[in-house]
């Protein structure tokens, strides 16, 4: 099918969900690329803060999916949770936003910005699970082009919307607003209007979706429920009911029925025997048909599975297929080796049930280790954002921010996923056989090697950093066109230290311009070993006058644009000297410490002229000038007096270059790629039908555990400044978790197909009648090769019974 003629196929509510789909990944993506400069520079908060509150937001954000999935399944249908979702989100962007403006006070904007985080985070996470399996909900099943086509398009929605957000986000950020050099209302607010447009796009094809009803069975109680039973009855040391052809059913659950699970507690009863020569009837109609069925959950797996194909996945197991006797019973094996304690739910639940408890506690148990993947994964948004912070990112007239260096990440993955699919996986295919696990081993090692490359890159960037004093030092350097300064220490007066023009020196404790002038002791640090704010100095010596400027050494080092410091002579100082920024709206009156900082833009300047003098405006001659070099992170100090001006240098710009950082990127997203599609397709095709919705809601778990983890690390973090080390003892982690990994994957058994459609042979034996009837009504159950097929209008639902046949033919 041509491009075009996939496009005419849609029906014209899909574009309706299209159009949403993209406006609201610019609104996550391009909110999400702010928040951790948002909170570290508009509230002033410490680094391992900023990285907590962003990596809260974004496990709470992939936790709700799961919450999301049962409601729309199980309650109100995914038309109206992903309708009430979207109101929430754009409400959570209201609150966003108006915690950014600069009018409220600290507390009010905090409470403003919490709300909205939260408010985002569960929205998103609600409708997450709902829109791609909405969308393919209005194309017919017979389209099966159109549907794979739809997949591919929504895929590019999200991939376009995330990369467009990323990238103008933060040059809205950086446009002047509201008295403030940035205009964060207007990069947040930006977002939520792209969301309302989303939640409106969504409600216009109202009148044209189609809308499925929900199933009302919660399987996510089912699960509970299995596990519960069978984990108390193994502490009880109860064994599984065996029941015999002639034992009465009722009876039988009526013995094994405590007054701890009641059926209400444990869910419907589905009566299954779990022995070998067990016989059960149910005692209602509560359809153990439809939930073993794979049609149970068959418009989610298909969709799933045209979304992994449209992404270069092929499910092993996209619909249960009939095999051979050998190779079912081997499954069956399996599974029957697996937590043997879960036979004990039986014969509450049926053994389809416990089969599928036991493959998602499998599953679970061969995964957990990949939530230290995203554990690492996710830094890129905070710990990498904050390198990026300390390099140059210039390109001429063009200027990258640190915040858009995520968005490399959605191109290289839009990149890679064909790359791997029709270069990398086949070459290495000649060399090894590529599993599921083992294409997930290797994802976990890439993590480890792009945070070995971050680790070797940070170094680099420390080694060219200008040198931090230490603890209880600071330092001193001299400027002006006055004679050399001389200090004395203040307790051994014996120790002299000249202070020469434009050579900065560290000193420690106090000194005095004179041993006998105690009137003029200068306080430069405390004792040595008591840590204080990192400070710095700038003296000049006016006519015997002693003119001296303090900064903030950390506060400095935190900067990716150029920072002009004023200081001005104490005749300057008392006149009423003005400047302005040529070109540009900073203006004000010239006093000691004022500071200038001159932000990048996206088409930046090459240089700043500083214009000085009494009353200096725009549009008149001043006498006074000084012109800067537009670069990233250097500080200068522009000693201004009658003579005129003179500009120093006291921190040196950043040496290296912030596309160096595209390498650990590259990585990283190649580990992505072989980690996270491969890991949707493990769990799809190792689950059961009935589970593989379920499933790929509880795979975003390990995103979410992931986040919880670097919360929890940020807190306790005990390599707080040292980035280098940090990034080494992260790659390995993985390292160590990859070993781990590796034993559980050696002890995974694959299963191949699972027993669905022999059980539902054996049930349609049970129901009785002779073989015509029991082949036609597996057809109308199954229809052919196991797909959905129309339920018969004129009988109500069969009353389903699983049993394992022990009667000879003989018999």
Same mark, same amino acid.
């Given at each position: 099918?041509?491009?075009?003629?996939?496009?005419?196929?849609?029906?014209?509510?899909?574009?309706?969900?299209?159009?949403?789909?993209?406006?609201?990944?610019?609104?996550?993506?391009?909110?999400?690329?702010?928040l951790y400069i948002y909170f570290k520079r508009e509230h002033g908060m410490p680094s391992h803060i900023s990285r907590a509150i962003q990596h809260a937001f974004n496990g709470v954000a992939y936790l709700t999916p799961l919450l999301g999935a049962v409601m729309a399944?199980?309650?109100?249908?995914?038309?109206?949770?992903?309708?009430?979702?979207?109101?929430?989100?754009?409400?959570?962007?209201?609150?966003?936003?108006?915690?950014?403006?600069?009018?409220?006070?600290?507390?009010?904007?905090?409470?403003?910005?919490?709300?909205?985080?939260?408010?985002?985070?569960?929205?998103?996470?609600?409708?997450?699970?709902?829109?791609?399996?909405?969308?393919?909900?209005?194309?017919?099943?017979?389209?099966?082009?159109?549907?794979?086509?739809?997949?591919?398009?929504?895929?590019?929605?999200?991939?376009?919307?995330?990369?467009?957000?990323?990238?103008?986000?933060?040059?809205?950020?950086?446009?002047?607003?509201?008295?403030?050099?940035?205009?964060?209302?207007?990069?947040?607010?930006?977002?939520?209007?792209?969301?309302?447009?989303?939640?409106?796009?969504?409600?216009?094809?109202?009148?044209?979706?189609?809308?499925?009803?929900?199933?009302?069975?919660?399987?996510?109680?089912?699960?509970?429920?299995?596990?519960?039973?069978?984990?108390?009855?193994?502490?009880?040391?109860?064994?599984?009911?065996?029941?015999?052809?002639?034992?009465?059913?009722?009876?039988?659950?009526?013995?094994?029925?405590?007054?701890?699970?009641?059926?209400?507690?444990?869910?419907?009863?589905?009566?299954?025997?779990?022995?070998?020569?067990?016989?059960?009837?149910?005692?209602?109609?509560?359809?153990?048909?439809?939930?073993?069925?794979?049609?149970?959950?068959?418009?989610?797996?298909?969709?799933?599975?045209?979304?992994?194909?449209?992404?270069?996945?092929?499910?092993?197991?996209?619909?249960?297929?009939?095999?051979?006797?050998?190779?079912?019973?081997?499954?069956?094996?399996?599974?029957?080796?697996?937590?043997?304690? +879960?036979?004990?739910?039986?014969?509450?639940?049926?053994?389809?049930?416990?089969?599928?408890?036991?493959?998602?506690?499998? !599953?679970?148990?061969?995964?957990?280790?990949?939530?230290?993947?995203?554990?690492?994964?996710?830094?890129?948004?905070?710990?990498?954002?904050?390198?990026?912070?300390?390099?140059?990112?210039?390109?001429?007239?063009?200027?990258v921010n640190p915040e858009t260096m995520q968005m490399f990440n959605a191109v290289f993955i839009i990149i890679y996923v064909p790359v791997c699919k029709y270069f990398v996986y086949p070459l290495c295919e000649k060399v090894i056989r590529l599993t599921f696990l083992?294409?997930?081993?290797?994802?976990?090692?890439?993590?480890?090697?792009?945070?070995?490359?971050?680790?070797?890159?940070?170094?680099?960037?420390?080694?060219n950093a200008t040198i931090r004093p230490d603890d209880g030092h600071v330092f001193v350097q001299r400027i002006g066109s006055g004679p050399n300064l001389t200090l004395y220490n203040y307790k051994n007066t014996t120790e002299e230290v000249f202070i020469t023009k434009?050579?900065?020196?560290?000193?420690?404790?106090?000194?005095?311009?004179?041993?006998?002038?105690?009137?003029?002791?200068?306080?430069?640090?405390?004792?040595?070993?008591?840590?204080?704010?990192?400070?710095?100095?700038?003296?000049?010596?006016?006519?015997?006058?002693?003119?001296?400027? %303090?900064?903030?050494?950390?506060?400095?080092?935190?900067?990716?644009?150029?920072?002009?410091?004023?200081?001005?002579?104490?005749?300057?100082?008392?006149?009423?000297?003005?400047?302005?920024?040529?070109?540009?709206?900073?203006?004000?009156?010239?006093?000691?410490?004022?500071?200038?900082?001159?932000?990048?833009?996206?088409?930046?300047?090459?240089?700043?002229?500083?214009?000085?003098?009494?009353?200096?405006?725009?549009?008149?001659?001043?006498?006074?000038?000084?012109?800067?070099?537009?670069?990233?992170?250097?500080?200068?100090?522009?000693?201004?007096?009658?003579?005129?001006?003179?500009?120093?240098?006291?921190?040196?710009?950043?040496?290296?270059?912030?596309?160096?950082?595209?390498?650990?990127?590259?990585?990283?997203?190649?580990?992505?790629?072989?980690?996270?599609?491969?890991?949707?397709?493990?769990?799809?095709?190792?689950?059961?039908?009935?589970?593989?919705?379920?499933?790929?809601?509880?795979?975003?778990?390990?995103?979410?555990?992931?986040?919880?983890?670097?919360?929890?690390?940020?807190?306790?973090?005990?390599?707080?400044?040292?980035?280098?080390?940090?990034?080494?003892?992260?790659?390995?982690?993985?390292?160590?978790?990859?070993? !781990?990994?590796?034993?559980?994957?050696?002890?995974?058994?694959?299963?191949?197909?699972?027993?669905?459609?022999?059980?539902?042979?054996?049930?349609?034996?049970?129901?009785?009648?002779?073989?015509?009837?029991?082949?036609?009504?597996?057809?109308?159950? +199954?229809?052919?090769?196991?797909?959905?097929?129309?339920?018969?209008?004129?009988? %109500?639902?069969?009353?389903?019974?699983?049993?394992?046949?022990?009667?000879?033919?003989?018999?």
């Amino acid at each position: 099918m041509g491009i075009l003629e996939s496009l005419m196929a849609f029906p014209y509510q899909v574009w309706f969900i299209l159009g949403n789909e993209f406006c609201e990944r610019f609104s996550f993506y391009g909110m999400r690329s702010l928040l951790y400069i948002y909170f570290k520079r508009e509230h002033g908060m410490p680094s391992h803060i900023s990285r907590a509150i962003q990596h809260a937001f974004n496990g709470v954000a992939y936790l709700t999916p799961l919450l999301g999935a049962v409601m729309a399944d199980s309650c109100f249908g995914k038309y109206y949770v992903i309708l009430v979702g979207s109101i929430f989100y754009v409400l959570g962007h209201v609150s966003l936003s108006a915690g950014a403006l600069p009018f409220f006070g600290l507390v009010v904007r905090q409470v403003f910005d919490y709300v909205g985080l939260l408010t985002i985070a569960v929205s998103t996470g609600g409708i997450k699970p709902c829109v791609a399996a909405f969308g393919a909900d209005q194309i017919p099943p017979e389209k099966a082009e159109a549907r794979s086509a739809f997949f591919s398009y929504f895929y590019m929605a999200i991939n376009a919307g995330s990369v467009l957000s990323m990238f103008l986000t933060p040059q809205l950020r950086d446009i002047s607003c509201a008295g403030s050099t940035t205009c964060y209302p207007l990069a947040f607010g930006v977002p939520g209007i792209l969301m309302l447009v989303a939640l409106i796009l969504f409600v216009c094809g109202t009148c044209w979706y189609v809308r499925k009803p929900p199933a009302r069975e919660n399987l996510a109680f089912t699960i509970i429920g299995c596990i519960t039973l069978g984990l108390s009855r193994k502490i009880c040391g109860k064994k599984p009911l065996v029941l015999e052809e002639d034992d009465d059913p009722d009876e039988a659950l009526r013995v094994s029925s405590t007054s701890s699970y009641s059926d209400r507690e444990i869910g419907p009863r589905m009566m299954v025997g779990a022995g070998p020569k067990a016989k059960l009837e149910s005692k209602t109609k509560s359809n153990l048909q439809s939930l073993a069925d794979p049609r149970r959950f068959s418009g989610k797996a298909e969709r799933a599975e045209s979304a992994q194909r449209s992404i270069g996945i092929t499910g092993n197991n996209d619909e249960p297929k009939k095999t051979d006797k050998k190779r079912m019973e081997q499954t069956k094996e399996v599974l029957r080796k697996r937590c043997q304690w +879960l036979d004990g739910a039986a014969p509450n639940y049926s053994e389809m049930q416990i089969w599928g408890v036991k493959c998602l506690l499998s !599953i679970l148990w061969v995964i957990w280790p990949l939530c230290f993947f995203w554990f690492l994964y996710d830094q890129q948004s905070t710990t990498w954002v904050d390198q990026a912070t300390h390099m140059n990112g210039k390109i001429g007239h063009f200027y990258v921010n640190p915040e858009t260096m995520q968005m490399f990440n959605a191109v290289f993955i839009i990149i890679y996923v064909p790359v791997c699919k029709y270069f990398v996986y086949p070459l290495c295919e000649k060399v090894i056989r590529l599993t599921f696990l083992r294409k997930l081993g290797i994802g976990l090692v890439m993590a480890a090697f792009g945070f070995f490359i971050s680790g070797y890159l940070q170094l680099a960037i420390d080694y060219n950093a200008t040198i931090r004093p230490d603890d209880g030092h600071v330092f001193v350097q001299r400027i002006g066109s006055g004679p050399n300064l001389t200090l004395y220490n203040y307790k051994n007066t014996t120790e002299e230290v000249f202070i020469t023009k434009r050579r900065r020196q560290t000193l420690p404790g106090r000194y005095v311009l004179d041993p006998d002038a105690q009137n003029s002791t200068i306080e430069l640090a405390l004792e040595r070993d008591e840590p204080k704010t990192l400070q710095a100095y700038v003296f000049a010596l006016e006519a015997g006058r002693l003119n001296s400027l %303090q900064y903030n050494f950390a506060q400095t080092q935190e900067l990716h644009e150029t920072r002009v410091i004023l200081f001005p002579s104490f005749d300057i100082a008392a006149s009423n000297w003005t400047y302005y920024v040529k070109g540009h709206l900073l203006k004000g009156t010239i006093k000691n410490g004022t500071i200038i900082d001159l932000k990048h833009t996206f088409w930046d300047t090459l240089e700043y002229t500083i214009i000085m003098g009494p009353n200096c405006t725009e549009g008149f001659k001043c006498k006074y000038r000084a012109t800067v070099e537009n670069l990233a992170g250097p500080v200068h100090v522009l000693y201004v007096e009658k003579s005129g001006v003179e500009i120093v240098q006291v921190m040196a710009p950043f040496a290296l270059h912030v596309m160096w950082q595209l390498p650990q990127i590259l990585t990283i997203t190649f580990g992505e790629v072989w980690l996270s599609v491969t890991g949707l397709e493990f769990v799809y095709d190792q689950s059961p039908p009935f589970m593989k919705s379920m499933m790929q809601a509880i795979w975003t778990l390990t995103i979410s555990i992931g986040n919880i983890l670097e919360v929890i690390w940020s807190m306790i973090n005990p390599l707080a400044g040292k980035a280098a080390i940090e990034a080494f003892v992260y790659g390995g982690i993985i390292i160590v978790v990859t070993g !781990i990994y590796v034993v559980l994957a050696c002890r995974y058994q694959y299963i191949e197909g699972f027993p669905t459609v022999e059980v539902a042979e054996e049930e349609d034996e049970a129901i009785g009648g002779d073989e015509s009837s029991k082949t036609e009504e597996a057809k109308k159950l +199954l229809g052919p090769k196991g797909k959905k097929a129309n339920k018969p209008e004129t009988s %109500q639902e069969s009353t389903i019974v699983e049993e394992k046949k022990t009667k000879k033919k003989s018999q």
